[in-house]
């Protein structure tokens, strides 16, 4: 079993917050990743990072802001959340080469209101 | 451009009534090619992994097949607690992003 938590794991806030949603891994994975889900659509990467102090955006453009000062850390920024931000949020890591799996944290739903 | 399709959307089986799911993929250089389970509300969960055509790997009730163009998902006797999305994604060389379909989900009926 993956060990790789989320925290919160649902979050319902207003307009214009500013919110951290945590992920922490204690496999010693040097690669992270975050992922943004809706219902019934597939998983958008949206951020990643192959080691400390690398971060890099993913394919879906995204306001968020991530950082990566420990290996085992990887937290998610939104500086003013807005209704767009509605989302599921998927924290992945995984190590080694492209053919390892990535093992997902169980995720964080934020609504904003 | 990577592509991930996955069909059908969604399948009711009643136990013990076999069947398999597609996973058809477009991808320059295939690194690795993975399936998973997600249930309602929690992450996806890693089942195999598959590299090469011909490839077959087996779990449970679960067997993953790999073609140059497609992967399938058998499902031998299906019982309830095989109900769950079913997602698929692939890694191309020299990456280590996934690009994921958008499921299959599957209802296993008493």
């Known amino acids: 079993e993956a060990d790789i938590y989320q925290t919160p794991r649902y979050l319902v806030i207003g307009t214009g917050k500013k919110i951290t949603l945590e992920c922490s891994q204690t496999m010693g994975h040097d690669k992270m990743y975050w992922y943004q889900q809706d219902p019934g659509m597939e998983l958008h990467l949206i951020h990643y990072?192959?080691?400390?102090?690398?971060?890099e955006k993913g394919d879906l453009s995204s306001e968020s802001t991530v950082s990566r000062i420990r290996t085992e850390h990887f937290p998610l920024t939104l500086e003013s959340a807005r209704p767009s931000h509605t989302s599921q949020y998927l924290c992945?890591?995984?190590?080694?080469?492209?053919?390892?799996?990535?093992?997902f944290g169980d995720g964080t739903r934020l609504s904003i209101l | 451009e990577d592509q991930v399709t996955q069909s059908p959307e969604a399948l009711r089986l009643q136990e013990g009534e076999s069947s398999s799911l597609n996973c058809s993929y477009t991808v320059s250089g295939l690194r690795g090619l993975f399936w998973y389970r997600q249930d309602p509300g929690k992450g996806p969960e890693f089942l195999f992994t598959?590299?090469?055509a011909g490839e077959e790997k087996e779990k449970e009730r679960l067997k993953a097949t790999l073609t140059k163009k497609e992967s399938f998902l058998h499902i031998t006797a299906p019982k309830p607690e095989d109900s769950a999305t079913y997602l698929c994604a692939v890694c191309k060389a020299g990456s280590y992003q996934l690009t994921f379909g958008k499921g299959t989900k599957l209802s296993v009926i008493p």
């Open positions: 598959l590299y090469s």
């Open positions: 990072s192959y080691g400390v102090n690398s971060t």
């Open positions: 992945a890591s995984s190590s080694g080469q492209g053919d390892q799996p990535q093992h």
